[in-house]
């Protein structure tokens, strides 16, 4: 009655498969050739409870006609179907060289998945995202809105990845590419660091052009393995609404680009931080538009209270720290002690 991705393995031609009600849809890897015959094996690997295979593989041909089939796109962020379902471009996070988290947001609820393989590898893996919605009576957007994230794991440290994102089996987002954290003490590490971007001018974009921009050979003209930004990221008062215009709509190129080709959230992890802006210049108030639009490291000795509010991770051969400088503001207190004996540890 149903076949899921994981179900099956394709033989014959690589590529990425989805289901689309009761259809199995592959889209290549490479280009069909024109007049060329193909031979397709799908090989299930249902059983029943005995353990016995449930049923045979099947094989067919097919011939392309009198004009090469073009591989995808190497991205398209968003696709036709994510231009008007996007809501967030796809932006990145993590805690580990071995791990990744992708995140985004859409208009309509349904089901989130992620498509990814490595540069190296054949074929794509598939990963189903959480999903949250957002009313509009919270955020004060005007709409709903739903986010979705995908872990990731057992990646290669300074790998170089590709993954496609999907909404209810339609694509969002095409060959989009991100590289893993870099590992181990012999290993050097090269990242971007900026603040005070949090607004909707000119200087953030052209900012994020410079850190996006690629030479002839399509590499990043300041290579960096991620991007921390020290604060301030949404003026002014780090509600939901400035997150996404001052923040997702500036960052990803969504808001004065329309598309995600110069995004610098959706090909390397950001790590955020509290500015006074977040706290809507109060320490005694939530950010709750920073702490509900990332999923930043848990450390396992976390202070209660003190969740995503500062953390640590390590890149190549160095330990970075990250800490909520508006614990020191106004008088002593608890929270400032907790997060003071925890950077001691």
Known sequence: ASVSDSSITLSGLSGRVSVDGGSVVLQPSRALSKNTTYTITVAPTLHDTSGGQWASPESWRFTTGSRPLAAPAAMRLPTPSGKTELFRYP?????????MKILWATTTPGQGLVHYKADSEQWWQ???????????????LGHDFYQHEALLEGLTPGAHYRYNVLHNGAALADGASFKTLEDGINTGVRFVVF????SEHEPPRAVRDAIASRDAAGQLNYAHDFIVGVGDIAYYNGSYVEFDQRFFDQLSGK??????????????PFFPVLGNHEYA?????LPEGFLQSFSNPVPDDMPAGGEERYYSF???????VVLD????QGRPSAALDAMLAWLDR
């Open 91 to 99: 932006y990145l996070q993590t805690d580990s060289a071995r791990r």
């Open 126 to 140: 598939a990963v189903p995202a959480t999903s949250q919605e957002y009313e509009s009576a919270r955020t004060q």
């Open 195 to 198: 603040g005070d971007s949090g």
């Open 255 to 268: 808001g004065d680009r329309g598309d995600g080709e110069h995004s610098i959230l959706a090909s390397r």
């Open 281 to 285: 210049q109060n320490e005694n108030a």
């Open 314 to 320: 390590d890149s190549g051969n160095a330990h970075f």
């Open 325 to 328: 400088s508006m614990k020191f």
